[in-house]
């Protein structure tokens, strides 16, 4: 799936311990009173709500979305955020400027893949699967897709910059479904059976990670130089 940089095998849906959809959290090797990396994704659009694949078009949170996001404020409310780096899309920076006060860093590293002319297309699996795109493989660039493989070399730009010069920050990192995707490959590689659905984030969710207790090398293990 382009949106999520990846296709899916399977879809998962995220436990959602409060009342405003997405305003959930996500842990991956954390711990207790350490600096951390919290990664979140936007809250919601009106085109997550009709299914359109988004890409880089530049879609405003919807009423929900902001919601979500004050929700997100609040349970953050308490976690002294060091620095702070957003996608300068839209649904990202709103998401951002909700949930954190002081200065935004805005970086188009962390913006979403590119889906070229399948963006704002609610059939954008079928043509896919018509025209035999495949979105995994390293090249693809039809219909002006962003290929996978200048993603993951913009992904590993930015990580790697975050990791030499924040070591022992708390970093607010808010983007996309697919950028939160490549991070969680990034730093724990794929999951087991492929199967991207476990590295899924809802809107206005939260993955909280420990770079001080990673189980590899950061990297993409397949990027292409």
Known sequence: MIA?????????????????????TKSSNTKNGGKMIYLVRHGQTNWNIQ????????????QTGIKQAKVLAQ??????FDICFASPLKRAFKTAQIIY??????????????????EGRTDWKQLQ????????????????????????RR????????????????V??????G???GTQIYFYGMPENNDLSKYRLDNCAILTIDNHKLPKQPGFDDMEA
Request: charged share 30%; hydrophobic share 30%.
């Open 172 to 177: 607010l990192v808010v983007t996309h479904a």
């Open 4 to 24: 999520t940089m990846y296709v899916e095998k399977r879809t998962r849906t995220q436990s959602d311990p409060g009342s405003i959809p997405g305003a959930s």
């Open 179 to 181: 950028v939160v995707k």
């Open 51 to 62: 299914h359109r694949l988004q890409g880089q078009t530049d879609v405003e949170l919807n």
């Open 75 to 80: 349970k953050l409310s308490k976690i002294k």
């Open 101 to 118: 006060q002081g200065k935004i860093i805005l970086d188009r590293r962390i913006v979403e893949r590119g889906a070229g002319e399948l």
């Open 155 to 170: 992904l590993s730009s930015f990580w790697n910059e975050i990791l030499e010069k924040y070591p022992d920050d708390n």
């Open 129 to 152: 699967q018509q025209l035999g795109i495949d979105v995994n493989h390293p090249h693809e660039s039809r219909l002006g897709i962003e290929p996978l493989n200048d993603m993951k």
